[in-house]
């Protein structure tokens, strides 16, 4: 069953299957970018930090 918007004509997916598919693919998509976030943040953490490029290393270093 599809409903159809009034002005745009997309057509808007009822209760059923389809509907639950969706909403479990937009709840797949927001965590693998929940995961993308975390991994750019302790890369960066990592490469900072513990790699000790923060602070900056001394100009008389070799």
Request: glycine letters at 12%; a positive charge; proline letters at 13%.
């Amino acid at each position: 069953m599809t409903l159809t918007a009034p002005r745009q004509g997309v057509q808007i997916p009822g209760p059923g299957p389809d509907a639950d598919r969706i909403r479990l693919d937009y709840r797949l998509i927001r965590i693998a970018l929940l995961m993308v976030g975390c991994y750019a943040f302790f890369g960066l953490l990592g490469f900072a930090i513990f790699a000790g490029f923060w602070p900056p290393p001394g100009p008389d270093l070799t």
